[in-house]
């Protein structure tokens, strides 16, 4: 029964709220397709069908914007995340969802006062030097004050709204079971699988109301730009942080949506702004990993000497290794205009995203593949010839989220932050400089990081991982082996094969394997060459142990062979 599914008593007045909203802003049909109607008149409320005649000829996305806008924190939060999903919808909707703003009031201090009470231990105006009771800024999750430490030192106080939290758990159990609805009632959006969405929405504004958390990921950023002085993250005052409020040092400086402020008078350079705000944030995703997901003007500062401030450390951002050598793949293959590069770490990306991997889908699934890599090769290949300086990254990565987006596949989540803060920078870096051009200014580290992959103590290192997980695999393949079996006698057992493009495909991971292979065997030798080369000892070859000399040559000779086999391999299918 979809009243039990939706959470019966405690949950229906707002779901009521809910559907008065969505029908008041003309999306009737919405509430009549996903039930809820039906629902609220079996619990005994009346629904208001006359009032969306006004908003009847305002497009679906405006509506949409402001019924989110008039829902609250929780729904504006999602379509500012919804903001950053071009691969899911068409850009009138990603223009609506970034004018999202949740026009809260700010809360009376003294309706804050018990709380901020609780979390200080005392009374702001003991526990500072000052405390402004009048908010610097406010909204719809927290509030910022300026205050004073006894030191002396200039600070903000950020306060989380009280009652704040039930409020957000409240819908967001409630986005979960509609996300359901969604799935089971509107087939098209299961493509986009809502639930997946909204989980993966909820963990990251979960981690948005610990105050504490955002201060921590401003540490780690901080941590990671100690040899960088010009990048400024504020300072955390733990004595006076909690998960309910945080304090932090107060950033004096030019906020980045005041650039006409940003004069050589004043002593800026504005193209040495956007190649250091460039940098930073491509060291942030490309090098470190861990990154400033909401890189908008608003959470820039400019200071003086042409240092640049990040605040608001809410949202961050995430990639694992394998991640980063993908991306690094990836920006390599749009800035050196290489299809083949672009399209294997896209398709990979989309499939990993878990789409067409529904029963009667698997058919489809080898001929959806090939039409978009070739799509994508012949997107890339457009560009071949074209000057490096009149590239735009940001608009490449757009085209290419509409492309994934035609052929109804979304990015994994971790990838579409990404994406829209690479397009956010890019963005800003234009502002500050129209002559600014990210891919200029990426592919030196770009290069950089790429051949730092090849140094011998990368690739003994990565060897070592594999040999090692190699092992792992042996070990454990006589147990997965006897439950197969066992599996296969209880009839718990099943078996798919895709004939599409089974030659082609054996072909690659026949040669995948062999070069996996000899780099294992590479890998092994300068390993063992490099521990034979500390014993004392028996034979010498130009005063060089003999065996440990012969490791290296053999080694170097098959890594010499293996980058040949692999640029003829390229440069035949270049000519395919």
Not at 195 to 211: K, M, N, W
Not at 382 to 400: C, N
Not at 477 to 502: C, M, Q, T
């Amino acid at each position: 029964m979809l009243l039990e599914t939706l959470g019966a008593a405690r949950d229906i007045g707002r779901i009521n709220e809910i559907a008065g909203v969505l029908i008041r802003h003309g999306l009737g049909d919405t509430v009549r397709r996903l039930g809820l109607a039906d629902t609220l008149e079996k619990a005994g409320h009346v629904v208001n069908w006359n009032s969306a005649a006004s908003l009847a000829r305002i497009d679906p996305p405006v509506q949409t914007r402001l019924a989110m806008e008039e829902l609250g924190p929780t729904f504006v939060k999602l379509g500012q995340l919804l903001a950053g999903r071009a691969d899911i919808f068409a850009p009138e909707w990603i223009t609506e969802f970034q004018r999202l703003h949740s026009h809260v009031p700010a809360v009376p201090f003294e309706t804050l006062r018990p709380q901020l009470r609780d979390d200080l231990k005392g009374e702001p105006e003991d526990v500072f030097a000052r405390f402004d009771v009048e908010p610097l800024a406010a909204a719809s999750i927290a509030q910022v004050h300026r205050a004073q430490l006894h030191d002396g030192t200039e600070v903000i106080v950020k306060i989380r709204r009280p009652g704040i939290t039930e409020i957000i758990e409240a819908d967001l159990r409630l986005l979960g079971k509609l996300a359901g609805l969604a799935e089971a009632r509107l087939p098209l959006l299961k493509l986009y699988r809502p639930r997946q969405l909204v989980l993966e929405f909820a963990r990251s504004l979960r981690r948005e109301l610990d105050l504490a958390a955002e201060c921590r990921n401003a540490e780690r950023i901080a941590e990671n730009f100690t040899a960088v002085p010009h990048l400024v993250v504020p300072r955390v005052y733990w004595a006076h942080t909690t998960e309910r409020v945080n304090t932090q040092d107060f950033i004096d400086g030019i906020a980045g949506d005041q650039l006409d402020q940003l004069t050589p008078e004043a002593g800026f350079d504005r193209k040495l702004l956007a190649r250091r705000g460039a940098h930073a944030v491509l060291k942030m995703i490309v090098e470190d990993g861990f990154f400033h997901a909401d890189p908008h003007p608003g959470n820039v500062f400019y200071l003086p000497g042409n240092a640049i401030a990040f605040i608001d450390f809410g949202m961050v951002g995430r990639l694992s290794p394998q991640r980063r050598e993908e991306l690094l793949q990836l920006l390599l293959g749009l800035v050196e205009r290489d299809p083949q590069a672009v399209a294997e770490v896209l398709i990979d990306w989309a499939c990993d995203s878990g789409q067409h991997s529904g029963p009667g889908q698997s058919q489809n699934h080898g001929h959806d593949l090939a039409q978009l890599e070739t799509e994508l090769e012949a997107f890339v290949d457009q560009y071949h010839g074209t000057e490096l300086a009149q590239l735009s990254l940001g608009k490449m990565l757009t085209d290419i989220t509409t492309i994934l987006r035609e052929h109804h596949l979304a990015l994994p989540s971790d990838l579409a932050m990404l994406i829209k803060a690479f397009i956010s920078l890019e963005g800003m870096g234009r502002g500050l400089d129209p002559g600014f051009h990210m891919a200029t200014e990426a592919m030196p580290l770009l290069r950089q990081l790429a051949s730092e992959r090849f140094q011998p103590h990368a690739i003994a290192a990565r060897g070592w991982k594999t040999l090692r997980r190699a092992f792992s695999l042996a070990e454990k393949l006589p147990h997965d082996f006897s439950r197969l079996l066992r599996n296969a006698r209880k009839g718990h057992f099943s078996v798919g094969i895709e004939l599409a493009h089974l030659k082609r495909v054996g072909d690659q991971i026949d040669r995948a394997a062999n070069r996996l292979a000899i780099a294992l065997v590479i890998a092994s030798l300068v390993i063992g060459s490099s521990i034979v080369m500390t014993v004392k000892g028996g034979p010498t070859l130009f005063g060089l142990p003999a065996f440990g000399f012969l490791g290296f040559f053999g080694a170097g000779a098959g890594g010499l062979w293996l980058m040949r086999a692999i640029w003829r391999s390229s440069h035949h299918k270049d000519d395919e």
